[in-house]
């Protein structure tokens, strides 16, 4: 398939509906963070941008919200042009100037610090990454708490940054600053707001 | 199916929607932090729950259940007029009963029935900023929330008890989330208070006319702000609800005559409708036709 059919083809079959649960499911992961929230394929981009990750990219961006692409995602063009024609989204130079970012390969991201953490004034001014990962149950397990966490909840997604518990912490702690972490697993999304902490990590 | 030109689902268009969503995300992410956003002129004036209802509508979707209260009513003018609005532009299925709902928008009170799991409390809000009484300018405030500098909350509170000999703040009471931001939890009477603190329900808050929206995400801590010697302390009344004879609930004082004649009957209709069909008589419960049951039946165990 050409690339001008590629960047057509495969977004919202209803933009109304499929937004709206994709951002309840979205909503509902940030609110309660180590839950994940089961999420049908609604849209279908081109290689290597996940569905998931697509769907999301799908629901919240547009002419308004710089995006920012990993190595992986910048050398397809077709996705680039996907993203172009169904969200509108301009392409961020740099991960500071993001308002979302969308990384196919979390495991060899650049660090998060990197990316925007808003300022102490306007905390909300901060990137949302959207990290794809393979699933939330293979990888080395967190256990997550803080708000929106009745009790201590584990999830363990597979690919994650390295030092991740380590720039967490970081993370954690430029508070109200930071960033926020949406997951993209093929059958669900789990969230990583900047308030949960990171208990311990057993390998 | 109509064949005429219909509003977009839930009235607002889908780019006022994703800038919404992202302001709400956001104010998840941070409690008690007040995210601004582009509110938009809503068929209705501002003070009447605009940022509310721009919430509302970019939450909702068509399998919810929506509850409207007006302090506490669901019979009251702003309670229906909102219900009638996403009947009409989002043809979701509407409730008074609090268990039923899956969203519930709400004009200062929090309902008397425990809220569960799942269920999202939307407040209108009118002033957002809790320090704005004292200190006027935007930029300042913005300064305050940024340092973590709340002492003039506390100066206020200490003059309270200086001139009154306790703190006279009973509504709008002012509340620090998981231990950084101070939030107004807008005009609730601080009654409703205790119930935000770890919450099971989300609690998302719009003010449409100053462009803000925050929440506060379940379980999360929100306590009120007190002294030592001076601890938060909710209203109490020293009478049941007239007609169904509740205690420990929040009531509002209704006059009955031009001699000084009133009574005291719940806020939440809802809880209070429940109780009366549940055999609950107040002291000045009507004598109903439909006979329910002895007047002085013994309440249940809970």
């Known amino acids: 398939m050409d690339i001008a059919a590629q960047s057509i083809d495969g977004g919202f079959a209803d933009p109304v509906f499929n937004a709206q649960t994709v951002f309840r499911a979205v909503m509902d992961a940030m609110a309660r963070p180590g839950s994940v929230q089961p999420l049908p394929a609604f849209a279908r981009p081109p290689a290597p941008l996940s569905a998931t990750a697509g769907a999301i990219a799908l629901a919240l961006c547009d002419n308004d919200t710089p995006l920012w692409l990993d190595p992986a995602l910048q050398a397809s063009a077709a996705v680039k042009s996907w993203l172009g024609f169904h969200t509108g989204a301009p392409l961020a130079n740099t991960p500071a100037d993001a308002h979302f970012a969308v990384i196919a390969n979390p495991a060899e991201m650049a660090s998060l610090d990197g990316f925007s953490q808003g300022t102490q004034d306007y905390p909300d001014r901060s990137t949302t990454l959207i990290l794809q990962v393979s699933d939330l149950v293979s990888g080395a397990p967190l256990l997550l708490e803080g708000p929106g966490i009745e009790t201590p909840a584990t999830i363990a997604p597979a690919q994650m940054p390295r030092h991740f518990v380590e720039q967490w912490k970081q993370n954690i702690t430029r508070f109200p600053r930071g960033v926020d972490l949406i997951l993209a697993a093929p059958d669900g999304i789990a969230c990583l707001p900047r308030t949960t902490r990171i208990k311990t990590m057993e390998a | 199916m109509t064949d005429i030109a219909t509003y977009n689902f839930a009235y607002l268009d889908e780019q006022t929607k994703r ?284």
Request: aromatic share 8%.
């Open chain 2, 19 to 302: 800038m919404i969503r992202r302001a709400i995300l956001k104010g998840i992410a941070i409690p008690g932090y007040q995210v601004p956003f582009a509110s938009r002129e809503m068929p209705m004036p501002y003070g009447w729950g605009t940022g509310g209802v721009q919430v509302t509508a970019s939450i909702i979707g068509p399998d919810d259940v929506l509850k409207v209260i007006d302090q506490g009513a669901d019979d009251t003018t702003n309670a229906v007029s909102i219900r009638a609005f996403f009947k009409k532009v989002a043809n979701v299925a509407v409730t008074t009963e609090t268990a039923k709902a899956s969203i519930i928008q709400t004009r200062h009170r929090i309902p008397e029935h425990p809220l569960s799991a799942g269920q999202i409390l939307v407040y209108q809000v009118p002033i957002p900023e809790p320090l704005r009484f004292l200190e006027p300018r935007e930029t300042e405030t913005r300064k305050m929330h940024a340092l973590e500098e709340y002492g003039l909350m506390h100066v206020k509170l200490y003059e309270d008890i200086a001139k009154h000999g306790r703190i006279a703040t009973t509504y709008a009471y002012p509340v620090k989330v998981e231990g950084r931001y101070v939030m107004d939890p807008s005009p609730t009477p601080k009654f409703d208070n205790p119930k935000m603190h770890r919450s099971p329900a989300l609690q998302l808050f719009g003010a449409g006319r100053e462009k803000r929206i925050y929440a506060v995400p379940p379980f999360t801590d929100v306590v009120s702000l007190d002294f030592e010697d001076h601890p938060f302390e909710v209203q109490t009344f020293d009478q049941p609800c007239a007609l169904c004879a509740a205690e420990n609930v929040y009531l509002d004082e209704v006059i009955l005559d031009d001699h000084g004649g009133h009574m005291f009957v719940c806020s939440d209709t809802d809880h209070c409708e429940k109780r009366r069909a549940d055999g609950h008589r107040g002291h000045l419960a009507p004598e109903t036709s439909e006979t329910h049951s002895t007047p002085e039946k013994l309440e249940p165990a809970q």
